[in-house]
């Protein structure tokens, strides 16, 4: 049985007004080559399938295309909600799903019906059995007391969770051993998650699933399926490095932060012995992101490196950070000028504020108040390397200035 295992797709971003639209029909497209390149036999996307959940009409038609796609190479799908994701959103479409050999687990329910078959590819018979466990909302397994402190809500949420998954193992173990008494071959059992578990590395993209009462699931917790099947965390990696509890990573960049890191897809191999493989597939890029720090006397350099990415019709989406010239009110606009007849889009602009005023002090052990103004400007401006003109004309002008506001505090 071989499973393409996928998550945080969030169809319908808006990354600062820009869609991801075209990238995500790529990703589709390619996809459902490898699906039949790799011959998998089933689909599965560990929750944040939607960006919001009032997703934009194309993204809903891009969702359809792929199960419609799917279905026409018998390929089973299983969809998983996650924490992006509209309950009602997904589940409104659920009966529908069924005739076209996909299932949606939005929420939550009784353990009976996270127990999902996926069959192998064309046929009805059954290839492993997985867990199927969406992003657990707090309110869908404990019940709030009275008193309870943050750590004794922790703890309290941590074990629902840990029961929760411990209840749908034990109704996939009988399910397996039913198919096992009566073909005499056992299935695997595949489990899920869209969760924060201990040993993951995160990154800013992420938005955290509990709010100050769960950090992360702790791995010893989970259930001892073949494999664990995780989504949430936008870096794919193994967690604990154990090779068979895995997050696929998103698909493509979310952020300016994942925009080093190589994106794929998981194939995971199993049959009657359990885990067999897992073998990355590099997901293609056709929207490089990039972060470039310096100063303004650096950055056109750097600007130029970059422009070799990108092309006029799908230009390079930029994130610059400026430092030590921060102080600048024009920035903006000289970034854009610096980046003009390149293929370079600048889609945000960051100061690195600079460390110089604390430095100012540090030697003499003198405070902010012990210094006049003037005296304070010229211990910054000592500072930077200005040419004397330009230092001189600064320091002319501040005094103008200075002069200005100590006449109107007088009037």
């Known amino acids: 049985m071989r499973i393409l295992h996928t998550s945080d797709w969030h169809l319908g971003q808006s990354f600062m007004n820009h869609s991801r639209e075209r990238e995500h029909t790529v990703l589709i497209d390619w996809l459902l080559d490898q699906v039949d390149a790799q011959s998998v036999d089933a689909v599965l996307i560990a929750g944040d399938i939607f960006d919001t959940g009032t997703p934009p009409s194309y993204a809903r038609a891009l969702y359809y295309r792929l199960i419609a796609q799917l279905h026409q190479r018998k390929v089973a799908l299983l969809l998983l909600g996650g924490n992006h994701d509209s309950v009602s959103v997904l589940s409104e479409s659920s009966p529908l799903m069924h005739h076209l050999n996909t299932t949606v687990i939005a929420a939550t329910g009784d353990a009976a019906q996270h127990v999902v078959t996926l069959p192998r590819r064309g046929s009805a018979t059954p290839g492993c059995i997985v867990c199927a466990l969406p992003f657990i909302r707090p309110r869908d397994v404990q019940q709030s007391q009275a008193g309870q402190s943050a750590q004794d809500k922790q703890r309290s949420l941590q074990t629902a969770i840990q029961e929760t998954y411990a209840q749908v193992f034990a109704a996939a173990q009988a399910q397996q051993a039913a198919h096992e008494n009566a073909h005499g071959l056992r299935l695997p059992i595949i489990a899920t998650g869209h969760l924060t578990t201990v040993g993951a590395s995160s990154n800013e993209s992420v938005r955290e699933i509990y709010v100050g009462a769960l950090e992360a699931f702790p791995t010893k917790a989970f259930p001892p399926a073949d494999y664990i099947a995780l989504g949430h965390i936008h870096k794919p990696q193994k967690v604990g490095g154990l090779e068979h509890i895995r997050y696929s990573g998103s698909p493509i960049a979310l952020g300016f932060d994942e925009a080093r890191q190589s994106k794929e897809v998981l194939l995971v191999d199993v049959n009657a012995s359990g885990l067999q493989a897992v073998t990355p597939?590099?997901?293609?890029?056709?929207?490089?992101?990039?972060?470039?720090?310096?100063?303004?006397?650096?950055?056109?350099?750097?600007?130029?490196?970059?422009?070799?990415?990108?092309?006029?019709?799908?230009?390079?989406?930029?994130?610059?950070?400026?430092?030590?010239?921060?102080?600048?009110?024009?920035?903006?606009?000289?970034?854009?000028?610096?980046?003009?007849?390149?293929?370079?889009?600048?889609?945000?602009?960051?100061?690195?504020?600079?460390?110089?005023?604390?430095?100012?002090?540090?030697?003499?052990?003198?405070?902010?108040?012990?210094?006049?103004?003037?005296?304070?400007?010229?211990?910054?401006?000592?500072?930077?390397?200005?040419?004397?003109?330009?230092?001189?004309?600064?320091?002319?002008?501040?005094?103008?200035?200075l002069r200005q506001l100590q006449a109107g505090d007088a009037a």
Request: charged share 20%.
């Open 281 to 401: 597939l590099p997901a293609p890029l056709c929207q490089v992101l990039a972060s470039v720090s310096g100063n303004l006397t650096s950055l056109p350099a750097a600007l130029s490196a970059l422009s070799a990415q990108g092309t006029p019709e799908h230009p390079v989406w930029l994130e610059v950070t400026v430092q030590e010239d921060d102080y600048l009110p024009d920035l903006a606009p000289r970034i854009e000028a610096m980046v003009q007849g390149l293929p370079l889009q600048v889609l945000r602009v960051k100061r690195q504020r600079s460390t110089a005023m604390p430095q100012l002090f540090a030697d003499t052990g003198e405070s902010l108040d012990e210094l006049s103004p003037t005296e304070v400007f010229a211990r910054r401006l000592a500072q930077e390397t200005l040419e004397p003109v330009l230092s001189q004309a600064l320091t002319t002008r501040y005094a103008q200035v």
